[in-house]
């Protein structure tokens, strides 16, 4: 069975995997429930969308009241992404957003609520007094930030200390074997891999805080579709933004000793890279995603596998010798 752990405030088990909503089978609202209803089966009870993901919230939401046991799933949802028009990180964009989620999602509260982008000209007083009401509306159950950097995390926490409120209890930066050297998609996204980033890891850690990471195989960087040794072809397979943001030299050194490693243990390159993710050492509740189910099956085959300290940093190029 799945591994489950605890996420603060969630009063259910949480699965060490979310599974994604962002595929185009979903996207448009259609009905996906034997999908979801075999990513279930896998142990998956824990689930992550967006406002932004088309109609994904809709076609999750659809499955979501067909089932019927709304207490043993865990519902994310991320709010207040910008738009063309202006940074949506405001009182005003955070609680529209949440009420057209519920209104799709066809439930009467969000497990954890995550805001999607930042603005760091806002302050973020109006912003943790905004997600208090909402928790006090039984709206939300939790809150946190996606691409939020740990300093404004922890300065949102403080304000809320200092005025006896709740502060953010999950994040969902970029996490991976590979480092993200360049904002992939644009609009702010954060990661906080890489030895760069020891800081924010040190303290989500130091403060309970889990960390939920999107696009931990890169984006499909360590999905297998692509070899090390040729960084040409893999520029012409991958989708721009993967290029944009993971196809540099080191990465392409990470993945060539992924793939040896994968060699070594009889696992694929992308359960390599998940088992990375999966086996730090702060708690890790990895976003996956595949219209495919038999690649979920493979990442919940991934929890299971071990590395040591020393692969893991051999991995990451802090060692040259395992």
Same mark, same amino acid.
């Given at each position: 069975?799945?591994?489950?752990?605890?996420?603060?405030?969630?009063?259910?088990?949480?699965?060490?995997?979310?599974?994604?909503?962002?595929?185009?089978?979903?996207?448009?609202?259609?009905?996906?429930?034997? $999908?979801? *209803?075999?990513?279930?089966?896998?142990?998956?009870?824990?689930? *992550?969308?967006?406002?932004? $993901?088309?109609?994904?919230?809709?076609?999750?939401?659809?499955?979501?009241?067909?089932?019927?046991?709304?207490?043993?799933?865990?519902?994310?949802?991320?709010?207040?992404?910008?738009?063309?028009?202006?940074?949506?990180?405001?009182?005003?964009?955070?609680?529209? *957003?949440?009420?057209?989620?519920?209104?799709?999602?066809?439930? *009467?509260?969000?497990?954890?609520?995550?805001?999607?982008?930042?603005?760091?000209?806002?302050?973020?007083?109006?912003?943790? =007094?905004?997600?208090?009401?909402?928790? %006090?509306?039984?709206?939300?159950?939790?809150?946190?930030?996606?691409?939020?950097?740990?300093?404004?995390? +922890?300065?949102?926490?403080? $304000?809320?200390?200092?005025?006896?409120?709740?502060?953010?209890?999950?994040?969902?930066?970029?996490?991976?074997?590979?480092?993200?050297?360049?904002?992939?998609?644009?609009?702010?996204?954060?990661?906080?891999?890489?030895?760069?980033?020891? %800081?924010?890891?040190?303290?989500?850690?130091?403060?309970?805080?889990?960390?939920?990471?999107?696009?931990?195989?890169?984006?499909?960087?360590?999905?297998?579709?692509?070899?090390?040794?040729?960084?040409?072809?893999?520029?012409?397979?991958?989708?721009?933004?993967?290029?944009?943001?993971?196809?540099?030299?080191?990465?392409?050194?990470?993945?060539?000793? +992924?793939?040896?490693?994968?060699?070594?243990?009889? $696992?694929?390159?992308?359960?390599?890279?998940?088992?990375?993710?999966?086996?730090?050492?702060?708690?890790?509740?990895?976003?996956?995603?595949?219209?495919?189910?038999?690649?979920?099956?493979?990442?919940? =085959? +991934?929890?299971?596998?071990?590395?040591?300290?020393?692969?893991?940093?051999?991995?990451?190029?802090?060692?040259?010798?395992?």
């Amino acid at each position: 069975m799945l591994e489950t752990g605890k996420i603060p405030f969630v009063d259910k088990p949480v699965s060490r995997l979310f599974a994604g909503t962002m595929l185009d089978t979903m996207r448009d609202g259609s009905d996906n429930s034997e $999908y979801l *209803d075999q990513v279930f089966a896998l142990g998956i009870n824990a689930f *992550d969308s967006a406002n932004v $993901y088309g109609l994904a919230e809709a076609s999750f939401g659809l499955w979501l009241e067909k089932r019927r046991n709304r207490e043993e799933i865990v519902v994310l949802t991320k709010g207040a992404h910008h738009d063309m028009f202006h940074k949506r990180v405001t009182p005003y964009d955070i609680e529209s *957003d949440v009420h057209t989620s519920l209104a799709r999602l066809r439930t *009467d509260y969000i497990d954890i609520y995550l805001l999607h982008r930042d603005d760091e000209t806002k302050e973020v007083g109006p912003i943790v =007094e905004k997600l208090n009401q909402l928790l %006090e509306e039984g709206l939300i159950r939790s809150f946190g930030g996606s691409n939020w950097t740990h300093k404004r995390v +922890a300065e949102a926490n403080a $304000y809320a200390e200092s005025h006896g409120l709740r502060g953010f209890t999950a994040v969902s930066p970029y996490y991976g074997l590979a480092v993200q050297y360049a904002d992939p998609f644009g609009g702010g996204c954060i990661g906080i891999s890489g030895p760069e980033n020891a %800081e924010a890891r040190a303290y989500y850690k130091e403060n309970d805080i889990p960390v939920i990471p999107y696009s931990s195989i890169g984006a499909g960087f360590f999905s297998g579709r692509i070899k090390s040794g040729d960084p040409d072809g893999a520029r012409e397979v991958l989708s721009r933004s993967t290029v944009r943001g993971y196809c540099f030299p080191e990465n392409f050194e990470r993945l060539r000793r +992924a793939e040896i490693l994968a060699s070594e243990k009889g $696992y694929t390159v992308a359960q390599i890279a998940m088992a990375f993710v999966l086996n730090q050492d702060l708690p890790m509740f990895p976003i996956v995603s595949s219209h495919r189910i038999e690649a979920m099956k493979e990442n919940v =085959e +991934a929890t299971k596998i071990k590395l040591t300290r020393e692969e893991l940093d051999w991995l990451d190029l802090l060692r040259e010798e395992r």
